[in-house]
């Protein structure tokens, strides 16, 4: 799913795509000139190796992400917002988003119920 930057005003435009099991909502609005603020929720099940006994179990997911969306860094150098993102072609690409969301996320630390238990 992808749509035009230039397309995102106010109020804003919601979206939901969905990977699986796992579900990507949320709203994108006009910030400023050259931002776009991203406001989502990433809900659903995912299957992650516990980091205690490496066995797979399904975590469920719940995680509100909230960043900015540029089509073009160099515009927005005095802006003073760290969570940037850059686009290319001035197209904001959800699935990509969504993905690369999913990954940050993956990186967390995850237990499972058993090893979780056995503190
Ligand atoms: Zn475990």
Redesign the pocket.
Known sequence: MEIGFAKVGTPAIAFEISKGNLKFSGTLRKFSRYLIELEAKITGDLDVP??????A?THAVNESVKFHLSDGLSKVENESLEDIVEIEDSMIDLKELFESELELYKSNYF??????NSD
Do not use: G, I
Request: net charge negative; glycine share 0%; aromatic share 8%.
């Open positions: 516990c980091d205690v006994c490496a066995e179990f237990t499972c119920s058993e090893c979780k």
